[in-house]
């Protein structure tokens, strides 16, 4: 059975680069799509991106010109990068495994979630 | 952008139907899932392709998905069913999308 695990930073300054690791275990990432989501205190989720281990990403408009998400099929593992954060982009961040088909897709499972904040 | 709309707060007593709603533009042409994430976990799938179950989600979860609106029925609603419940679809142009979460309260 598939598990994610997240691991990074919990407290990023503002203006710097958040960023943080998803490590897979039970199953190999190079099949799926691999994403991240976050999830501000108290409020809803958010599609940040996916990554195919193949390289292929796609991201979230809003976020695009900030996002990087990169695999490393040698660790079972996949990032994210955000630049140039604010308070805004505090949030838990999840990484997950995402189905995806034409015109159709699901996120399952997910991990466990980290907190980050910013503050400086 | 494409955007999906629940309602914030569907209440339903112990043992009754919940229903909560999804509405976006040609959401029947859409497929779309549910996730469930109770106080303090991550979320978990409960629906997918409108009205497909994964294994070990209890068969008093349904979905269905016509015109401009997802439903996801609980029957026989537990206390342990509540929670925050998120319509997501793919769209496009937006990608994922994700409605803004329905608060379960079963009374």
């Known amino acids: 059975q598939v598990q994610l695990q997240e691991s990074g930073p919990g407290l990023v300054k503002p203006s710097e680069t958040l960023s943080l690791t998803c490590s897979v275990s039970?199953?190999?990432?190079?099949?799926?799509?691999w994403s991240w989501i976050r999830q501000p205190p108290g409020a809803g989720l958010e599609w940040i991106g996916y990554i195919y281990y193949s390289g292929s990403t796609k991201y979230n408009p809003s976020l695009k010109s900030r996002v990087t998400i990169s695999a490393d099929t040698s660790k079972n593992q996949f990032s994210l990068k955000l630049t140039s954060v604010t308070a805004a982009d505090t949030a838990v961040y999840y990484c997950?495994?995402?189905?995806?088909?034409?015109?159709?897709?699901?996120?399952?499972?997910w991990g466990q979630g980290t907190l980050v904040t910013v503050s400086s | 952008s494409y955007e999906l709309t629940q309602p914030p707060s569907v209440s339903v007593s112990p043992g009754q139907t919940a229903s909560i709603t999804c509405s976006g533009d040609?959401?029947?042409?859409?497929?779309v899932c549910w996730y469930q994430q109770k106080p303090g976990q991550s979320p978990a799938m409960v629906i997918y392709q409108d009205t497909r179950r994964p294994s070990g989600i209890p068969d008093r979860f349904s979905g269905s998905n016509s015109g401009n609106t997802a439903t996801l029925t609980i029957s026989g609603t537990q206390a342990m069913d509540e929670a925050d419940y998120y319509c997501q679809a793919w769209d496009s142009n937006t990608a994922v999308v994700f409605g803004g979460g329905t608060k379960l309260t079963v009374l």
């Open positions: 997950a495994r995402e189905v995806v088909g034409p015109a159709t897709n699901w996120i399952d499972p």
């Open positions: 039970g199953g190999s990432i190079s099949t799926y799509y």
């Open positions: 040609k959401l029947g042409d859409k497929n």
